[in-house]
């Protein structure tokens, strides 16, 4: 019996055809993200189809800085998962000042976990009992050395997180 909770995170995908998810996601739901409870999208999806490509697999996101706003689509949310109250944010401005800016959007409020983007930079660090995670971009690296990346988080006695390379 599994008893840690496997998320897997996305950013920064930036799709715009539904040919080109429908790719994505196929790789993704039969690779590394095979086994993972529920997806977590940090925006900039673009392409609102990529959501139903994950079939049954729940599939939570925020909106980014390139997304039309649209219901169901929130700029920030907290979600449950396996007792961790999870934040998930886009972000904005300077890729060093994200951090920063998206920690301040959930003062005053216990997260376990603070999941981002914007950057296109993976980025993972702990400030006290927080994690902070930005999974980096899964389709464009703007040019650093780094390839394209996804994350997956596993919750279980603390909250474990990890860069993929594609």
């Known amino acids: 019996m599994n008893d840690i909770c496997r998320l897997g995170i996305l950013s920064d995908t930036h799709l715009t055809t539904l040919g080109d ?59 449950r998962f396996a ?9 904005w401005g300077a890729p060093d000042e994200v951090p920063t800016r998206v920690l301040n959007e ?8 603070l999941i981002f983007g914007h950057s296109h930079q993976p980025f993972l660090e702990r400030r006290g009992s927080l994690l902070l995670f930005n999974p980096g971009s899964a389709l464009e690296h703007r040019g650093r050395a780094e390839r394209c990346s996804v994350g997956l988080l596993d919750l279980g006695a603390e909250a474990m997180a990890r860069h993929v390379y594609l």
Do not use: W
Not at 83 to 91: A, E
Not at 106 to 113: A, R, Y
């Open 21 to 79: 998810a429908l790719e994505f996601s196929f790789g993704l739901k039969n690779g590394l993200f095979a086994e993972v409870d529920a997806i977590l999208h940090a925006g900039d999806i673009i392409l609102p189809e990529l959501e139903s490509c994950f079939d049954d697999i729940p599939f939570y996101a925020v909106r980014g800085n390139m997304d039309p706003a649209r219901p169901g689509l929130p700029v920030k949310r907290v979600l």
């Open 83 to 91: 007792g961790f109250r999870i934040g998930l944010i886009h972000g």
């Open 106 to 113: 959930f003062s005053g409020q216990t997260l376990d976990v």
